[in-house]
C-alpha cells in the first residue's frame, strides 16, 4: 500500500480507493461482488474491507478478502477489542493467505452487548495490534485517523501522539474517519507534519446520497454535518436532497485533492452509483 501511494505521488496523481463491508449472509453476497466488479470498471489502485469488531464477522471479512484480493490490492482492517493474541496472530495469518496487500490495524469499539470487551481482550490499542503484526508478518499497516479529533482523546495533540507511536511501530499509512469539513482535514495533516510525521493521510468520503443515513452514520461516530447542508437536506424532498448531497460530496472531494490529500477513499456502503458518480465527479476516472 505504501509503494502504491508513493509510486502515485511519484506521478504526481491521485489515487482512488474504495472501502466495502462484509454482508450479513451469503444472499447479498452476489450484489457486493457486482458492486465490486462495477467499481473495479474505474480502475481504482486499491480497495479495503471492513471487519466486526470482536471478530464478530470475521469469517465473512475473511471470505470478501479471498475475493477481491486477487484481483486487486486489498486492505484487511483487523480489529482488536476483545481479542487474544492468538486468535489475532490467526487472523494475521490468514489475511496473508487470503493475499491481502495491507492491514488496517484498528482497536474496534465495543460491541453494544459487551461494554466490557476492551476489558477482556489481551490486546488493547491498535498500537499493540500494530506492533503484533509488524512482529507476525511484512505486510503493509495502516491505521486510522480523526480529523475531529478521536471521541476518547482529550485533544488533536494527544491523537497525534499515539500516530507517531503507531508510525515509529512500523504504520506507514492512514485513513480517516468520514467527516465533512476540509479544514480539519488540512489541519490533521498540517499539525501531523509539524509533529514530524510524514505518513500519507488518505481522507475517507462517505458520498451523501442517502440524506437519512448519512447523518445518521455521521451522528454515530461524531461527525459534524455543516448546519447549512443539514438545513438544506431537511428541506429538499427525496431526489432534491440526493441532488444537494452529491453535488456537496463531489465538490468536498475535489477541495480535499486541491489541499493536498493524495487520494480519496470512498466509502461505498456497498453500491456502486453513488461512488461512482463521486469518483467521476472529482475526475479521479
Ligand atoms: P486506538 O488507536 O487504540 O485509540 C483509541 C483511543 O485510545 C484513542 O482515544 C487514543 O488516543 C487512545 N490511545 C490509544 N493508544 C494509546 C496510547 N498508547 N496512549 C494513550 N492513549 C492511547 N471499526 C470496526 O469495528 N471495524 C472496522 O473495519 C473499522 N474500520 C475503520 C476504518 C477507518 C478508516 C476508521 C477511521 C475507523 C474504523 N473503525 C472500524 C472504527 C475504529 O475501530 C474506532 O473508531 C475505534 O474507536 C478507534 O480505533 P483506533 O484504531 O483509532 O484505536
Do not use: W
Request: charge should be negative; proline fraction near 5%; hydrophobic fraction near 45%.
Amino acid at each position: 500500500m505504501k509503494s502504491i501511494l508513493e509510486k502515485a505521488k511519484a506521478e504526481s496523481r491521485f489515487t482512488l480507493s474504495f472501502e466495502y463491508f462484509p454482508t450479513k449472509d451469503d444472499s447479498a453476497n452476489q450484489s457486493l461482488f457486482d458492486t465490486f466488479d462495477q467499481l473495479n470498471q474505474l480502475s481504482p489502485d486499491f480497495v479495503s474491507v471492513t471487519y466486526g469488531a470482536g471478530g464478530s464477522n470475521r469469517e465473512r471479512s475473511l471470505a470478501v478478502l479471498d475475493h477481491m484480493s486477487p484481483v486487486i490490492p486489498t486492505i484487511g482492517h483487523l480489529t482488536c477489542v476483545g481479542a487474544s493474541r492468538q486468535s489475532t496472530t490467526e487472523m494475521v495469518q490468514r489475511f496473508e493467505q487470503a493475499g491481502v496487500a495491507a492491514i488496517l490495524a484498528l482497536r474496534g469499539d465495543p460491541p453494544k452487548d459487551n461494554p466490557a470487551a476492551l476489558a477482556q481482550g489481551e490486546i488493547k490499542t491498535a498500537l499493540e495490534l500494530v506492533e503484533l503484526a509488524q512482529s507476525l508478518s511484512k505486510l503493509d499497516v495502516g491505521v486510522a485517523t480523526f480529523p475531529e479529533v478521536h471521541p476518547e482523546s482529550v485533544d488533536l495533540a494527544h491523537d497525534l501522539k499515539v500516530l507517531a507511536l503507531k508510525a515509529s511501530a512500523g504504520a506507514s499509512f492512514a485513513i480517516t474517519q468520514l467527516f465533512f469539513s476540509v479544514d480539519m482535514y488540512t489541519n490533521l495533516v498540517d499539525q501531523a507534519r509539524a509533529a514530524g510525521l510524514e505518513m500519507p493521510i488518505v481522507p475517507g468520503l462517505l458520498p451523501i446520497s442517502n440524506a437519512k443515513q448519512v447523518l445518521r452514520m455521521a451522528a454515530m461516530s461524531g461527525a459534524a454535518v455543516p448546519t447549512e447542508l443539514v438545513a438544506r437536506l431537511d428541506s429538499a424532498n427525496e431526489e432534491e436532497s440526493r441532488k444537494i448531497g452529491m453535488d456537496h460530496s463531489i465538490a468536498f472531494g475535489r477541495q480535499l485533492l486541491a489541499a493536498g490529500a493524495p487520494g480519496l477513499h470512498i466509502f461505498t456502503l456497498n453500491q456502486s452509483d453513488a461512488a461512482r458518480e463521486v469518483a467521476l465527479g472529482v475526475g479521479l476516472a
